[in-house]
């Protein structure tokens, strides 16, 4: 059964590979495609989301595409509360997709990313210390003790979330801990796999 998904797979991509690519719909599918194929499922997931906020642009021709089609869709972004970083994280992904139609099929082709009007990240001032133990003192007092060990986890060593989820008792001994896996999201439900980088494999004092 596993095969056949997969020969599935292999089939319906070939046959949107022969798709021209002229429209930036078709563009963004093949795109899709190969993220969905190399990527993590969470990364693919959130292409998608950028992409279903091109939805105005996406039957335009790529080739005809430039930086004011871009710039009113970032305005359009500002306007509906998006928060700055957010935001940014959406341009670094369409600049991906549009730099893969440049390398792939136009060389001559200019990114219309690469000159936006944007909104300059808010630097914050803040105490690091008494931060965290607001943030202790508020998980303690409103959730389970449970929760607030997991959040005393994630302040205490910097990991990220489904590495905490990743962690059995095994690999918490002698003050350290052994991040190898994590809980992540994959189309087929909850799994433990593989961590985001090679640089995420390591031993983390307690």
């Not at 499922?41 to 279903?52: P, S």
């Not at 959406?90 to 139609?101: A, K, M």
């Not at 992540?184 to 433990?192: A, F, I, P, Q, T």
Request: with cysteine; net charge positive; hydrophobic share 35%.
């Amino acid at each position: 059964e596993e095969v056949l998904k997969k020969n599935d797979w292999i089939n319906s991509t070939v046959k949107l590979l022969d798709i021209p690519v002229n429209t930036l719909e078709n563009l963004c599918n093949e795109f899709l495609e190969r993220v969905k194929l190399y990527r993590e499922y969470k990364t693919y997931v959130n292409y998608l989301t950028v992409v279903n906020h091109m939805k105005d642009i996406l039957p335009l021709e790529v080739a005809t595409i430039n930086s004011k089609h871009i710039q009113k869709l970032v305005d359009s972004l500002y306007l509906k509360g998006f928060k700055t970083s957010t935001i940014a994280c959406y341009v670094t992904r369409i600049r991906s997709i549009f730099e893969y139609y440049r390398k792939t099929y136009n060389k001559d082709y200019t990114n219309p990313t690469l000159s936006l009007l944007m909104h300059k990240k808010e630097r914050k001032e803040f105490t690091l210390i008494e931060d965290i133990q607001n943030i202790l003192v508020w998980t303690k007092n409103n959730f389970s003790y449970e929760e607030y060990l997991i959040v005393k986890v994630a302040l205490s060593t910097g990991l990220r979330k489904s590495e905490i989820f990743g962690l059995s008792i095994e690999d918490i001994k002698q003050g350290q801990i052994k991040v190898h896996q994590q809980l992540k999201r994959s189309e087929y439900g909850l799994v433990y796999g593989s961590l985001k980088t090679s640089n995420s494999y390591r031993i983390v004092p307690i």
